[in-house]
């Protein structure tokens, strides 16, 4: 008669674990399932869930996390920091619409979480910037927030066109060509020897006169040519 193979301990209980985890991410009867699946994509009984649940408490390492928590028996460490990170998110957060869903929360919660925010006034800006129809990537909108609005690439915020920018820049260099000037207005009022310098058009980039990021929109009204050195000086001001 065939032996019975009989799994070691360290199998059983990591079967045993992967059991208690399987049964609270992976079931969509769990009354939890439709406040995380605001947050978090995927489908449940595919184990979306539960793998993000160990993607957050791994910082990404889900295989290092699995092999060091082996021989536990008990699913409490993975669960409450999944419960903290959601219940940071909707502490700060009142919007729950699809921009939010499937964000990296794990990496947000680590980068942010010992920061003060007021709810109201991050609900008040999240709503002005979805509305904002120079913002082309609504989803990073959040973490823009979260970072005290600086690095204003995460929204794509809309550039000017080529028509806007050939026209400007004909405008500038006309006016700068009669008044003896370089057709970069920084340029023009410094005392180096660009203070005359013609730029060509590709020498040159476009720029908000007022940035968008204190109210300057992006259209031809508020839009200025500068040598790209100035531009790069400028950033956000």
Not at 36 to 48: E, I, L, M, S
Not at 212 to 233: E, P, R, V, Y
Request: aromatic share 8%; with cysteine.
């Amino acid at each position: 008669m065939a032996s019975r193979m009989v799994a070691s301990p360290s199998l059983r209980r990591k079967l045993a674990q992967t059991a208690k985890a399987r049964a609270v991410f992976s079931n969509t009867g769990n009354a939890n399932m439709n406040r995380w699946q605001t947050y978090v994509k995927g489908d449940p009984k595919r184990q979306a869930i539960l793998e993000t649940a160990l993607d957050w408490v791994s910082d990404g390492d889900i295989d290092g996390y699995m092999a060091m928590h082996r021989n536990d028996t008990s699913i409490d460490e993975l669960k409450n920091h999944f419960d903290t990170v959601i219940d940071w998110i909707d502490s700060i957060f009142e919007y729950t619409g699809s921009y939010v869903c499937g964000l990296d929360w794990g990496r947000l919660y680590r980068e942010y979480h010992t920061q003060a925010y007021d709810k109201d006034a991050v609900t008040k800006r999240v709503d002005e910037l979805l509305a904002d129809t120079q913002v082309n990537d609504k989803r990073g909108v959040f973490e823009y927030i979260l970072g005290g609005e600086q690095d204003t690439v995460l929204l794509n915020v809309r550039v000017f066109d080529e028509k806007t920018k050939k026209a400007v820049y004909d405008k500038q260099t006309k006016d700068a060509v009669a008044k003896d000037v370089s057709n970069c207005p920084f340029c023009a009022i410094g005392h180096s020897n660009n203070a005359k310098r013609i730029y060509k058009l590709n020498e040159m980039d476009t720029d908000h006169v007022t940035a968008w990021s204190k109210g300057g929109s992006t259209d031809i009204s508020n839009c200025q040519m500068l040598c790209k050195t100035h531009n790069k000086a400028k950033g956000n001001r």
